[in-house]
């Protein structure tokens, strides 16, 4: 059993800040790419930043300069520290990571999702 279990959303006013962490936990023998997406109303899924075992990351356009996703391996958590968030930025937000477990077998976790709410 893997689970990953996500903190940090809430409300916040248009141009403040939020930090969201995940943290994995379970039979986990390694962990590959991990990332967050985040998800509007009546939409699919969409990538929000993800970073590989090694640290290297990549960000959706909309959130380059304001987003920052970092990881620590030793916690088994991913973090995405939010900036200048906008009203658009207003959406569930979850967790995802390749994790090979301890039998081997490698799988795509999911997190709960966490609500981001930018409003004044």
């Known amino acids: 059993q893997v689970q990953l279990v996500e903190s940090g959303g809430g409300l916040v006013q248009p141009g403040g800040s939020l930090r969201l962490s995940c943290a994995a936990s379970?039979?986990?023998?390694?962990?590959?790419?991990m990332g967050w997406y985040r998800q509007f109303p009546g939409k699919q899924r969409e990538l929000v930043a993800d970073?590989?075992?090694?640290?290297?990351?990549n960000y959706a356009d909309s959130v380059k300069g304001r987003f920052t996703i970092s990881r620590d391996n030793a916690k088994n958590t991913v973090y995405l520290q939010m900036n200048s968030l906008k009203p658009e930025d207003t959406a569930v937000y979850y967790c995802?990571?390749?994790?090979?477990?301890?039998?081997?077998?490698?799988?795509?976790?999911w997190g709960q999702g966490t609500q981001v709410t930018v409003s004044s």
């Open positions: 379970g039979n986990i023998f390694s962990i590959n790419d």
């Open positions: 995802n990571a390749g994790i090979l477990t301890t039998m081997r077998i490698e799988y795509d976790y």
């Open positions: 970073i590989t075992s090694g640290g290297s990351t």
